[in-house]
C-alpha cells in the first residue's frame, strides 16, 4: 500500500478524517466505538467532533426529545465546521424514519440497522448528495448480534451484552428500531470484559436494550442458552476488574438469585436502576409492562433488605394517555414510600407506529409538564435524603477524567457523585474514603480513609 512507504505524521495527513457524534443511550455509545474502530482498520483516522473532518457520523437515538430537531442541529454544526464534509446517520432514528433524515439539508447517507456496522462498505465515494443515499431494511432483517464496547472518561467502558426487545410496551419505538432480543455469546462478553481490564478500566458497565433477557438468541435462535445470571456469576470470575455496574433491569427479570450475588459481591456494585414507569397498575396494564406495583415493591424492599445502602434509580413515565390526576398521585406516593435514591422522569411523547399513539383519553401537554415537574421535584428530594443517609459511613470512590473547574469528581460504589480538588494524580484511581457533608452544589465531600 503507497501509504505503508510515508512516516506516521505524513501517513496520518494523508489519511481520510472521520468524527463522530453520539446521541442516546450506553449501547449507542459501545457501538459508535464499534464503528469507530471498523473505520480506523479502513485507514481513516479519528478526530474530536469539534475539528475538520471529511467524514462526519451521527448515531441517532429515538428517544430522545425532538430527537429530529437535535439532529438537524448536529448536521448544521457539522457543515459549518466543513461543508464539503461527508455526513453520514446511523442509529434508531436512522432505522425508523432513514427517508426524513436523509431530506435533511447536509446529509448524504442513512443506514439502517443491518447496514451500521458495513459504513466502510459506502464510504469509496464521497461526494455530497442532494438527497441522502438510503440503505435501510425491514427490522425483522437485522436479527444478527454485533459486539462491542466503549470506553468513556478512560475510567468506565460501556460493555454490550445484549441488543433488541421482545417486549411490546405500547409506548416504546426500541423494538421498531433495533428487532429482536439477542445477545452476544458468553464467552465473547467475558473476552471483551477481559480486555477491556487489560487496558486498566476500573469500571464497566453492562448495557444492552433488556439485558436482563441475556441468554436468548446467543446462538441465533430463541432459546435460553445462559441467563442473566449464568452472565453475572461467570463476569465476577474475569480478574482484574474493579467493578461492575448493572445498566438498567426491567424488575420481572431481576431475580432473588441476582440480587444475592450483588448483596455478596466484591466487584459488582450496590447500584440498581429499574424502570417503573407508573405507580398505577390500571396504567402498567396499558403500557403493557410485565408486572404489577406489587412485584416492583417486592424487588426494592428485597434489595433494600439485603444492601440497605443500595442506590436504586427509577424511570418514570409522566403523562401516558388516560392518566387521571388520581393514578400520577398514585405513581408520586408509591415512588415517596419506596424511598428510592433518584428518579428519571420522561414526559409521555406520541411516537409513530406505538399502540399508544391512537389511545384516547389525551394529557395535555401543559399538565404532562406540571406532573413532570413535581416528579423532578421528588428526585431530587429523594437524592438528597439518601446522599444524607450515606454521610459518616465508609466508601469506596473512584475518579473520573475532567477537571471541572478546579474539582475531580468521582463515584462511589454505591453511585454517590463526590468532589475534591482536581489532581490528575487522582484520574482513573480508587480510594478509601469515609463521606463527610453535602455541599451547596449537592456533591459530597469526604476523608481519605487509605488509598489504594
Ligand atoms: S422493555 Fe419495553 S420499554 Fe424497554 S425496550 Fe423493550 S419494549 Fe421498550
Known sequence: MFLSSLKNGEKNSMKKKVAFHTLGCKLNFSETATIASQMEAADFE???????????????????ENADKRFKEIVKKTQKINEK??????????????????????????????????????????????????????????????????????????????????????????????????????????????????KGIKEIVLTGVNI???????????????????????????PGISRLRISSIEPNLLKNETIELVSKSDVFVPHFHIPLQSGSDKVLKK???????????????????KMPHACIGVDVIVGFPGETEQDFLETYEFLNELAVSYLHVFTYSERDRTE????????????????????????????RAFY???????RTVLFEGENKKGYIHGFTENYVKVKTPWDP??????????LRDIDQDGLVRFDYVKNN
Open 287 to 305: 403500557m403493557k409492562r410485565r408486572y404489577l406495583t406489587s412485584l416492583y415493591r417486592d424487588r426494592i424492599e428485597t434489595i433494600q433488605n
Open 388 to 394: 444524607e443517609s450515606q454521610i459518616d459511613t465508609k
Open 425 to 434: 494524580v487522582l484520574v482513573n484511581t480508587v480510594a478509601e474514603v469515609r
Open 85 to 198: 464534509a461527508f455526513v453520514a446517520a446511523v442509529g434508531c432514528y436512522a432505522q425508523l424514519k432513514p427517508e426524513a433524515l436523509a431530506e435533511v439539508d447536509g446529509v448524504d447517507l442513512v443506514l439502517g440497522a443491518t447496514e451500521k456496522f458495513n459504513l466502510t462498505a459506502y464510504l469509496n465515494d464521497l461526494t455530497k448528495q442532494e438527497v441522502g443515499r438510503v440503505h435501510a431494511c425491514e427490522i425483522e432483517e437485522a436479527d444478527f448480534y454485533v459486539g462491542g464496547y466503549a470506553i468513556g472518561e478512560r475510567t468506565r467502558a460501556f460493555l454490550k451484552v445484549q441488543d433488541g426487545c421482545d417486549y411490546k410496551c405500547t409506548y416504546c419505538t426500541i423494538p421498531l428500531a433495533r428487532g429482536i432480543s439477542r445477545s452476544d455469546t458468553l464467552e465473547n462478553v467475558l473476552k471483551n470484559a477481559q480486555e477491556i481490564a487489560s
Open 212 to 238: 436482563g433477557d441475556y441468554g436468548k438468541g446467543e446462538f441465533g435462535n430463541k432459546k435460553h442458552q445462559h441467563t442473566f445470571f449464568d452472565l453475572v456469576q461467570s463476569l465476577e470470575e474475569v
Open 356 to 383: 399508544a399513539v391512537n389511545m384516547s383519553e389525551v394529557v395535555p401537554l401543559a399538565v404532562r409538564n406540571k406532573r413532570s415537574k413535581m416528579l423532578r421535584g421528588l428526585s431530587v428530594k429523594l437524592r
Open 46 to 64: 479519528k478526530v474530536p467532533f469539534e475539528s475538520k473532518a471529511d467524514v462526519y457520523v451521527i448515531n441517532t437515538c429515538s428517544v430522545t
